[in-house]
T-cell receptor
Framework: GENVEQHPSTLSVQEGDSAVIKCTYS??????FPWYKQELGKRPQLIID?????GEKKDQRIAVTLNKTAKHFSLHITETQPEDSAVYFC?????????FGTGTRLQVFP | KAGVTQTPRYLIKTRGQQVTLSCSPI?????VSWYQQTPGQGLQFLFE???????NKGNFPGRFSGRQFSNSRSEMNVSTLELGDSALYLC????????????FGSGTQLSVL
């Protein structure tokens, strides 16, 4: 079955710096890669996604890159702000279900 | 448009009991999936229902079951509760399935004593 690894598990950055979270997957048949953000005590919300026919996607300060050959994809947040502090989950669509990574707790210090 | 609603918000049960959780999806959404969230384990897929049929199942024991009604509302049942079942149970709805944006509910926090 599919296996999703997410690193790092925690990440602390200074406000204004960039943050990068990386996920690797095992099955080349996987073809949809969303990222969800979960603020403390809140429900997860989709922030960006990418499909396997695209290498990069941007939405303001957030971008996702996909390397199908190496089977990894990354979330990039530029100019981080305190409101970016949350747990971020990557996910991989495989055999009609989403497999989530274990999450990265991002803390942005002012 | 109302979001995904889960009830109850909190539950406290003892070992051996059973529990039923409810999820009302966004109007028009036919897919409802359930996830178990525990610290350090992320979100683990339980099952997905689409048009009243279980379309997919994760690697959980048979004590975990679910169903979906004709109005797309879904219930999840856990029988013979164990301490390890303590978790936040999240449901998510979408129009067609997991290959598109999922809308999550606030979850049901289950504590098994």
């Amino acid at each position: 079955g599919e296996n999703v690894e997410q690193h790092p598990s925690t990440l602390s950055v200074q406000e204004g710096d960039s943050a990068v979270i990386k996920c690797t997957y095992s099955d080349s048949a996987s073809n949809y890669f969303p990222w969800y953000k979960q603020e403390l005590g809140k429900r997860p919300q989709l922030i960006i996604d990418i499909r396997s026919n695209v290498g990069e996607k941007k939405d303001q300060r957030i971008a996702v890159t996909l390397n199908k050959t190496a089977k990894h994809f990354s979330l990039h947040i530029t100019e981080t702000q305190p409101e970016d502090s949350a747990v971020y989950f990557c996910a991989v669509y495989y055999t009609d279900k989403l497999i989530f990574g274990t999450g990265t707790r991002l803390q942005v210090f002012p | 448009k109302a979001g995904v609603t889960q009830t109850p918000r909190y539950l406290i049960k003892t070992r051996g009991q059973q529990v039923t959780l409810s999820c009302s999806p966004i109007s028009g959404h036919r897919s409802v999936s359930w996830y178990q969230q525990t610290p350090g384990q992320g979100l683990q897929f339980l099952f997905e229902y689409f048009s009243e049929t279980q379309r997919n199942k994760g690697n959980f024991p048979g004590r975990f079951s679910g169903r979906q009604f004709s109005n797309s509302r879904s219930e999840m049942n856990v029988s013979t509760l164990e301490l390890g079942d303590s978790a936040l149970y999240l449901c998510a709805s979408s129009l067609q399935g997991a290959r598109e944006k999922l809308f999550f509910g606030s979850g049901t926090q289950l504590s098994v004593l």
